[in-house]
């Protein structure tokens, strides 16, 4: 057990945050090549200035993805996407609004978000770990 608890201080952080990263840089992705669409969803939800607010959004997922995925101020990198997700996860899968046909796919979304906010919060505590551009103690 020690020996796979060595191995996974290195690897296993490497792994968890290229999984973590994946979320948000897929959904950045998402985002920028439907843009359109994702405005549309943003205005249902009666989001204001939805084509300027969506910019920042995308910036944040990718550019902070991809300091999770290489290890370089994760910390930061974990801060700045639990402020984000916080709110969209409040605002976007609010499962007790949504009507019964909905409720338990809004209810997954939400506590998936949760535990995706949780694993950042790892990060905002262990820094980036090893396999990573930062030093293991780096802030």
Not at 56 to 70: N, Q, R, S, T, Y
């Amino acid at each position: 057990m020690n020996n796979l608890c060595t191995l996974s201080q290195t690897w296993g952080v490497l792994f968890g945050r290229a999984l973590i990263a994946a979320i948000f840089l897929q959904s950045g992705i998402d985002k920028l090549f439907n843009f359109d669409k994702t405005v549309k969803l943003m205005t249902s939800k009666a989001i204001p200035i939805p084509e300027i607010l969506l910019v920042p959004a995308i910036v944040i997922l990718l550019v902070c993805g991809v300091m999770l995925l290489v290890g370089w101020k994760a910390r930061w990198a974990a801060l700045a996407l639990i402020i984000f997700m916080i709110p969209s996860t409040l605002y976007f899968h609010s499962f007790w609004t949504y009507p019964e046909a909905q409720f338990v796919n809004q209810f997954h979304h939400f506590f998936k978000n949760l535990a995706i906010i949780g694993t950042l919060f790892v990060f905002m505590g262990m820094g980036s770990g090893g396999m990573s551009i930062d030093k293991p103690d780096s802030h």
